[in-house]
T-cell receptor, first 114, second 114 residues
């Protein structure tokens, strides 16, 4: 089955700096890669996702890149703000597969210092 | 309001006492899923359902049961809870078949098994 590894487990940056979180996956059939943000005491919420036919996707200060050959994908947050502080999870699954389980990484706790 | 609801939100129980955590969505989503969240382990999928009467095991199904008799409901059943099932549980649903679309999470159920 799929295995998703996420690094680093904790990340501390100064407000205004960039933050990068990296994930690797094991199943070459995986073709859908979402990123979720979970604020303290709240439920996870999707912030961006990418499918395997695209190498990069941007949404304002957030971008995700995908390298299918190396089986890794990354979340980039630019101009970080204190409200970006949260736990971020990457995940991988196979779009429209007969059996579709969703595997999440262990999470990255991002702290943005004012 | 489009939402995923879970009940109860908090539950303290004893080993061996059967319990059910309910999950309901009002968005006519086909895909529903249960996760448990433990420190350092991220979100691990317990069971998922692609549609009514179709359920599959996720990453950690042992000790759990589910059913999908109606499209909107996806209860999680612990027939004989044990202390290692103490965790934060999230239900989620997705419009896209196969789960490869935004998953909307419920508010979470914090379960303690003594």
């Amino acid at each position: 089955g799929e295995n998703v590894e996420q690094h680093p487990s904790t990340l501390s940056v100064q407000e205004g700096d960039s933050a990068v979180i990296k994930c690797t996956y094991s199943d070459s059939a995986s073709n859908y890669f979402p990123w979720y943000k979970q604020e303290l005491g709240k439920r996870p919420q999707l912030i961006i996702d990418i499918r395997s036919n695209v190498g990069e996707k941007k949404d304002q200060r957030i971008a995700v890149t995908l390298n299918k050959t190396a089986k890794h994908f990354s979340l980039h947050i630019t101009e970080t703000q204190p409200e970006d502080s949260a736990v971020y999870f990457c995940a991988a699954s196979t779009y429209l597969a007969r059996d579709n389980d969703m595997r999440f990484g262990a999470g990255t706790r991002l702290t943005v210092k004012p | 309001e489009a939402q995923v609801t879970q009940n109860p939100r908090y539950l303290i129980t004893v080993t061996g006492k059967k319990l059910t955590v309910t999950c309901s969505q009002n968005m006519n989503h086909e895909y529903m899923s249960w996760y448990r969240q433990d420190p350092g382990l991220g979100l691990r999928q317990i069971y998922y359902s692609m549609n009514v009467e179709v359920t599959d095991k996720g990453d950690v199904p042992e000790g759990y049961k589910v059913s999908r008799k109606e499209k909107r409901n996806f209860p999680l059943i612990l027939e004989s809870p044990s202390p290692n099932q103490t965790s934060l549980y999230f239900c989620a649903s997705s419009l896209v078949s196969g789960g490869a679309g935004e998953q909307f999470f419920g508010p979470g159920t914090r379960l303690t098994v003594l």
